[in-house]
């Protein structure tokens, strides 16, 4: 049986926000990233993606899996104006560039437009599906039925009609379904898809769930150990030698994408989201949290005046 079969129905997929967007000035991103998955449409005119900007045809789609750098190009000029890692510095500056239409009015006038779609998938609520995979952003051809799946989500989200999210929770279910069999399809692909071999192995969902409920407390190895059955000296070994990565790396990756998280909503401050997620020192935390995202975390609580750098009201 596939991987995907498996794995599918213990998924727990959740919306975030959905626009389409008309592009008023050319701009390029260049590794900005957002902390959800991001499915771009490509409704009218020119856009490049990737890290070589490959030209992307009406109705294609670039898939940004949650913290990948986005390489992004909107509409055609000799010479981008180049947003990097922390986005559109402002509201102001934002508005420039890019607004928000309604999903079903005439672009006919517009030069460029796209439509984008934000969302999490984890499974067993402990990690997210295409992270565990360590897919790259990809470029994803032409496809009817996901472009209906993505237009249907930004017109609900425009309407605001009673059972919004119900309608679109099962939208969003069926687009995931799209993208694990388009991964599936893709040759390139199979070396990702076969480290969820790994997400069957109850120690490791174990130690996974119980640091993702538990980011703001005692994560050493000792406590993860009895929480897997393990020696205190294997676990980390254990760890490293089914995922592929550093035990307490990735438990400050967690941290540090949780707090992400927490900063875009309001009503609490950088220290006490540090402390939430577990890092005692807001100085130490403020450090790793610009290595890891190349912006201040004091900078990501601005963004909330203004929802997104990809999502403009």
């Not at 050319?26 to 900007?53: S, T």
């Not at 893709?186 to 130690?207: T, W």
């Not at 980011?215 to 059955?229: E, P, R, T």
Request: hydrophobic share 40%.
């Amino acid at each position: 049986m596939n991987i995907f079969n498996k794995i599918l129905n213990d998924l727990q997929v959740k919306y975030n926000r959905a626009s389409q967007q008309e592009i008023l000035k050319p701009f390029e991103f260049n590794r900005y990233h957002e902390p959800q998955n991001i499915l771009v449409r490509i409704d009218k005119g020119n856009f490049y993606a990737g890290e070589n900007f490959t030209p992307l045809k009406e109705g294609a789609f670039y898939f940004i899996p949650a913290s990948e750098l986005i390489y992004l190009r909107c509409g055609k000029t000799s010479k981008y104006p180049v947003f990097g890692e922390e986005g559109f510095p402002n509201i102001e500056i934002s508005t420039q560039f890019h607004k928000k239409i309604f999903p079903i009015g005439d672009i006919s006038a517009a030069s460029e437009a796209y439509t984008l779609v934000f969302f999490d998938v984890d499974i067993h609520n402990a990690f997210g599906l295409f992270s565990f995979m360590e897919l790259p952003a990809m470029l994803i051809p032409p496809d009817e039925e996901l472009g209906f799946l993505v237009k249907s989500i930004a017109l609900e989200e425009a309407l605001d009609k009673i059972g919004r999210l119900n309608i679109i929770r099962n939208y969003i279910e069926e687009i995931v379904i799209h993208l694990c069999r388009y991964i599936n399809s893709e040759p390139k692909y199979q070396k990702n898809i076969e480290k969820l071999v790994l997400s069957g192995d109850k120690r490791l969902l174990d130690m996974l769930n119980h640091i993702k409920l538990n980011l703001g407390k005692d994560l050493s190895n000792a406590v993860l150990a009895d929480i897997a059955c393990l020696a205190e000296d294997y676990v980390g070994q254990f760890f490293k030698a089914t995922t592929g990565k550093n035990l307490q790396n990735y438990i400050e990756s967690e941290r540090l994408m949780k707090a992400y998280q927490l900063l875009m909503n309001k009503g609490r401050t950088v220290q006490e989201i540090s402390d939430m997620v577990g890092f005692k020192d807001a100085t130490y935390f403020s450090r790793r949290f610009k290595t890891k995202f190349g912006i201040n975390a004091i900078d990501v609580k601005r963004k909330i005046n203004y929802d997104s750098n990809f999502l403009v009201d």
